[in-house]
């Protein structure tokens, strides 16, 4: 799926389909270091995870840049994963049980993928403002209200880098949002919401 010229945006919903036998020879495909990062999950599913959110990198660098192989990773100080080769190239991979996605820019980025999860009291108000709260929950879908403005929050966090170590209640301040373009899609269907957050200026 394209965004925008300078970007793409790379997606895979039915990962589920892969069976236990087809997921492991991807994970024999992968380079020994994503590999050994696919092995450390106990379970399948986060193997699978793992290994899909690479493949889903590999083709957004392929189809955006026309980079082939396969880079490698480094890691800034907050844990953030970068291209050794390719450091003016941006990247973000998120995964949830029900999809696996990349998006792939010139510019910094962020992208996260979430099931649609219960909005519960306690957890709704460690994570929202008070204007977050209210929306949450005079929502006629206070599910995806709030599964939708975690993403976005999650999102903005990987396009600067740091994760989830600032106060959560302001990141989606609109001062904090300067320069900063964020698209959600919601898929019930699926049952998933994905936001992309993008360094516009």
């Not at 991807?26 to 999950?41: G, K, Q, V």
């Amino acid at each position: 799926m394209l965004v925008e010229a300078r970007e793409i945006f790379c997606i895979n919903d039915h990962i589920e389909d892969l069976s236990e036998v087809q997921t492991e020879r991807l994970i024999a495909s992968l380079p020994e270091w994503r590999r050994e990062t696919a092995l450390r999950f106990k379970h399948l599913q986060g193997r699978r995870e793992c290994a899909v959110g690479y493949i889903e990198l590999l083709r957004g660098l392929r189809l955006r840049f026309g980079i082939g192989g396969m880079p490698a990773f480094a890691y800034n100080e907050h844990e953030k994963p970068y291209l050794k080769e390719h450091p003016d190239i941006h990247f973000s991979i998120s995964h949830c049980k029900a999809a696996v996605g990349c998006l792939v820019s010139d510019r910094p980025c962020g992208l996260d993928i979430e099931c649609i999860r219960k909005a519960k009291d306690g957890l709704v108000r460690y994570t929202m403002s008070p204007e977050e709260v209210e929306q949450i929950f005079s929502s006629p879908f206070p599910d995806i209200t709030f599964s939708r403005l975690w993403t976005q929050k999650e999102a903005v966090l990987k396009l600067f880098g740091t994760g989830i170590t600032d106060d959560l209640h302001h990141v989606l301040e609109p001062e904090r949002l300067q320069g900063i373009r964020l698209q959600t899609i919601e898929n019930p269907y699926r049952g998933y919401i994905y936001t992309i957050a993008i360094k516009s200026s």
